[in-house]
């Protein structure tokens, strides 16, 4: 069974800095692409990051692109977000998903991590 573990979310001060990290567990991930999805109040849940697990290509929603990394450590079976140069309107909460790369859609979600950024 899967299991995804979030941490590192927080209140932070626009302009500061922030690294999420997703724990994973109950697989090898050799075939998975991970992700960042988040969700703002009121809104819905928004692609942010994508990273394949072998061979580690990223890709980036434009709102975060040249802010935000995302980045795995192969040896930790960890994924992480660097988040840097936050803004007000990246305030949501963050949830680590997981995709067989044979699935259709991200089948494993983690319980989410709170950011909060202060103008």
């Known amino acids: 069974q899967v299991q995804l573990v979030e941490s590192g979310g927080g209140l932070v001060q626009a302009g500061d800095s922030l690294r999420l990290s997703c724990a994973a567990s109950?697989?090898?991930?050799?075939?998975?692409?991970m992700a960042w999805f988040r969700q703002a109040p009121g809104k819905e849940r928004e692609f942010v990051a994508r990273i394949y697990w072998s061979p580690g290509n990223t890709a980036y929603a434009d709102s975060v692109k040249g802010r935000f990394a995302i980045s795995r450590d192969i040896a930790k079976n960890t994924v992480y977000l660097q988040m840097n140069t936050l803004k007000p309107e990246d305030t949501a909460i963050y949830y680590c998903a997981a995709q067989n790369i044979d699935d259709a859609n991200y089948a494993y979600w983690g319980q989410g991590t709170q950011v909060t950024v202060s103008s």
């Open positions: 109950g697989s090898t991930f050799r075939r998975y692409r």
